[in-house]
């Protein structure tokens, strides 16, 4: 009997591709009818990037992605406060990838139609339902365009990977309610762009108060001219906001203003925003931890279980760690209720401590700093305003939370 993973996004992908590698039998189920890259860009961190290394996807992924050199940090006036290297120029043994979620989901759904066969993923079959017995878990589907019953399947466990607004969670936690704004609202878009500060620099600038920019590469040399494409987001800080969709189109004029005066030395940030060729608009959300997420037969995975505020490049690296831990757990064999339950034991608090730590004290807090201690005004001398031992403590101890400090990502590899 099959593991049964509904969605195949990252965190589902990932799982068939481990599942596969331990022999173990599995069929992911896909609502959208294929998979097509969309969406914009996303980092993948050292610890993920060490998982998706052993499945032998690092050369595909330095391919398209662009491999990040260093971290920095920003006032809305252009001026540095902190930046470290990143991945394999901080010392470790894996690199980290800025890259287009896109061109991720299409290299491990390659990846694994190459490895397990071209009927290991079905599209076009949205879950309306799941269930279970003392044999077998249950999921029901529609036809994810016309909305005609499909056949029921069958299968030993159940894995809900398909979101913040999982259909597999609701069923699990049906009082667990919608998502919790943060009273922040986010701007995206993509720009082909010239390359800045080296062309492998990951940029935040600003506050949430005013105006809040993230900013990086995610392709290479995409013209003659050598420009890349340029992922960003604005967040502000906004009373209102609308549902969430991730497809809905953004409006220039809603947020330009906050950002009109942003020419800095090593970049032209109203010209970048404007050089969109389109704007995604939704708010900041997540939800609060849950108790447990692994019921007999049924689990949850990634965003399913445990959406997060995304403030610390996160969110796809830690639903790529539950798939470790999720096929490690099927590989130790044993009851599928227990297999799960385990699974819950490694990642359940593991992961709420991140999600706890984006709400509060997330890399960007070194902005949060720097903007109450100057009154939000520019520095003279950035030592007089606080410490680079400061700032580093307060990067390092997100690392640690997030499970990609040095120590961490070398005790794993050495395991």
């Known amino acids: 009997m099959d593991v049964m993973i509904i969605g195949a996004g990252i965190g589902g992908l990932t799982l068939a591709l481990m599942l596969h590698k331990a022999g173990i039998a599995f069929r992911v189920y896909e609502s959208a009818q294929e998979i097509r890259p969309i969406g914009v860009g996303i980092s993948i961190l050292p610890h993920a990037s060490r998982e998706l290394t052993e499945l032998g996807l690092q050369p595909a992924l330095a391919e398209v992605a662009v491999t990040a050199r260093e971290s920095c940090f920003f006032n809305r006036f252009g001026q540095l406060i902190y930046k470290e290297p990143v991945g394999t120029f901080a ?18 759904y390659a990846a694994l139609v190459e490895r397990a066969g071209p009927d290991c993923v079905v599209t076009g079959w949205k879950c309306i339902d799941v269930e279970q017995t003392a044999d077998a878990a ?5 036809d994810g365009r016309t909305g005609e019953d499909r056949s029921v399947q069958t299968g030993a466990a159940i894995v809900g990977c398909d979101g913040i607004h999982s259909v597999v969670r609701r069923k699990l936690v049906p009082d667990d309610g919608g998502p919790i ?42 013209d003659a001219d050598g420009r890349q494409l340029i992922n960003w987001v604005a967040e502000i800080e906004t009373p209102d906001y609308h549902q969430q969709d991730w497809n809905r189109r ?19 940030v109203p010209g970048l925003i404007r050089g969109a ?35 610390g490049s996160n969110g796809a690296g830690q639903a790529i760690l539950d798939a470790r831990a999720l096929a490690d757990c099927f590989a130790s ?16 608090q593991a992961t709420a401590a991140v ?60 395991a």
């Not at 470790?92 to 061109?103: A, E, K, L, T, V």
């Open 355 to 414: 999600v706890r730590t984006n709400r509060s004290t997330p890399p960007d807090v070194i902005l949060k700093e720097v903007y109450e201690r100057t009154g939000d005004r520019p520095f003279a001398r950035l030592d007089d305003v606080i410490t680079q031992d400061e700032l580093a403590a307060l990067s390092n101890s997100y690392k640690k939370v997030a499970g990609y400090d040095k120590a961490t990502v070398a005790e794993r590899r050495r």
């Open 333 to 348: 064999g044993g009851d599928v209720a227990a297999v799960l339950k385990a699974y819950e034991d490694k990642r359940l």
């Open 181 to 222: 704004y943060s009273g922040v609202n986010m701007w995206r878009g993509t720009t082909w762009w010239r390359p800045y500060l080296g062309g492998a620099s990951y940029v935040r600038a600003g506050w949430l108060t005013h105006g809040k920019m993230v900013i990086y590469p995610i392709r290479n040399k995409l």
């Open 277 to 311: 060729e389109a704007i995604l608009e939704y708010p900041m959300v997540d939800k609060d931890p849950l108790a447990r997420w692994s019921f007999g037969r049924l689990t949850l995975l990634g965003d399913a279980a445990h959406p997060m505020y995304p403030r």
């Open 138 to 142: 249950i999921a029901r589907f529609v």
């Open 91 to 108: 010392g470790y043994n894996y690199p980290q990838f800025q890259i287009h979620r896109g061109d991720l989901q299409q290299i491990l």
């Open 250 to 268: 953004g409006r220039l004029d809603d947020f330009i203003h906050a950002f009109a005066d942003w020419s800095f030395d090593f970049l032209d």
